[in-house]
């Protein structure tokens, strides 16, 4: 995932919860609460609604629904903030940038998995217009504040132990509201990713060279920009504003830093397609840049050839092939290569439909079923174990129940922590003037 944390275009999809709640984004400078010697500002509260509207799913659609959920983002706000008050009390914590990197890049990878795949959600950050560099100033604050309320709290809670006879009293007392055991598979996969041809990577390449090739001859870039660029790229005619060099790709910042103000750059192809770079001004460390981007997509050939791909693999494997030998050679995972492809459990319930279309009904070990295409590529699953539906007993699921028992003992010695945080802290609520 580095690529993506230095990434070049990759921003946040803002999503529009109601025409109101979009109005509020203007509303920089009003304050909904007051915490201890900080405040919460309109604008965050309304950046936050939204971020948490995507990561959840969530779309409140009446003015009451989206009241009772501005209530709630903003309880969960303050509550952030009395963490973070007493987690910078402690001077023994630090959090390091590379663990602020990795944090950023789960982050974002976390929300695009709420698209049905990978170029709705290039569309949809290409509606928003938000770039890269904005979701990166925004977000690492609010990353590394997270990771340090995180430390605080496990060190916290790093004492919270549980006995047999409280395991005990939490199954007498919660027996018949204890959720059973969901019916789950455990999953190995092999990925087979799909990529564009030589022709189509040529033929991209090709016309970016012509493009250049326009505007050296006289063409206005901004016009260029908007006409041929992708993922919305083009917009305000490919003005990217003031760029360092680490908001960028290495392969588009090698390119754009050689450039004198008016130079135009040769084609230059990045992770997200060839680009031609215009540097418009330079201040300091930074550049004014301009840019045309043209990314590089599968056809539905390219497709059709990793699908006849899986097929052959399939029937290899029906005919005593070996998985794990397979996995190692094709798969596209690396971090389940290593694992003979093992993905672990899955809950039917909570699975993404398009692996739940492709295991239901799924319960014999050992059988394998693909191809699969998936926003990740081209799949190959086969069933490692198969977990049915149940009720929890003491007596068979006993380190299930302790887990759960000590949940739910940790649940109520944070909310006693953080009464005690607001009883020592200065808090007052204004959304009702908001």
């Known amino acids: 995932m580095n690529a993506m944390v230095k990434s070049l275009m990759f921003g946040l999809a803002l999503l529009m919860i109601t025409s109101s709640v979009h109005a509020q984004r203007e509303t920089v400078d009003k304050i909904v609460a007051v915490v201890g010697d900080q405040v919460i500002l309109a604008s965050e509260l309304a950046g936050q609604i939204q971020f948490t509207a995507l990561q959840t799913n969530r779309q409140p659609k009446t003015e009451s629904e989206v009241e009772q959920f501005q209530a709630e983002v903003l309880d969960q706000m303050i509550s952030d903030q009395l963490f973070l008050i007493a ?101 190995a996969h092999v990925l ?31 016009e260029i920009s908007s ?25 588009f910042a090698r390119a754009a830093f050689q450039l004198k103000t008016g130079d135009i750059s040769g084609v230059v192809r990045t992770p997200f397609g060839y680009h031609i770079i215009k540097c418009e001004a330079r201040r300091n460390d930074e550049l004014k840049l301009r840019h045309v981007l043209l990314t590089v997509l ?32 094709f798969s596209a995972d690396d971090e389940t290569r290593i694992k003979g492809g ?33 926003r990740f590529g081209v799949h190959i699953f086969k069933l490692l174990d198969y977990q049915p539906e149940k009720e929890y007993t003491l007596e068979d699921d006993y380190d299930t129940i302790k887990e759960l028992a000590r949940q739910d003992k940790t649940g109520r010695y944070v909310d006693k922590w953080i009464e005690k945080i607001k009883e020592e802290t200065f808090i007052e609520r204004r959304l009702d003037s908001y």
């Not at 599968?298 to 497709?303: F, K, M």
């Open 227 to 251: 006409e041929y660029s992708s993922m919305g790229a083009g917009e305000n005619g490919g003005d990217l504003g003031w760029i360092s060099r680490d908001e960028v790709v290495d392969e």
């Open 298 to 329: 599968p056809t539905a050939e390219d497709t059709g050839r990793v699908i006849r791909l899986a097929d052959s693999l399939i029937a290899e494997l029906r005919n005593g092939g070996s998985f794990e030998e397979i996995t190692r050679i």
């Open 342 to 374: 093992e993905l672990g459990w899955f809950a039917l319930s909570n699975m993404p439909p398009e692996f739940a279309e492709a295991v239901a009904g799924w319960t014999t070990p050992g059988e394998y079923r693909g191809p699969v295409l998936t």
């Open 87 to 187: 987690a910078r009390k402690d001077t023994s914590l630090s959090i390091r940038e590379d663990e602020v990197d990795m944090a950023l890049d789960e982050r974002v990878a976390s929300i695009s998995q709420n698209f049905a795949n990978q170029q709705d959600f290039l569309d949809a950050l290409a509606a928003e217009g938000i770039t890269w560099r904005e979701l990166r100033k925004r977000f690492r604050d609010e990353v590394r504040n997270q990771l340090l309320k995180q430390r605080y709290i496990q060190r916290k809670l790093s004492s919270v132990s549980i006995s047999r006879h409280e395991v005990e009293e939490f199954y007498r007392e919660f027996r018949d509201s204890i959720p059973s055991q969901q019916e789950a598979v455990k999953l």
């Open 192 to 222: 087979l990713t799909i990529q564009p041809s030589s022709e189509v990577e040529d033929s991209v390449k090709q016309l970016a060279t012509d493009l250049r090739r326009k505007i050296i001859d006289g063409a206005d870039f901004a």
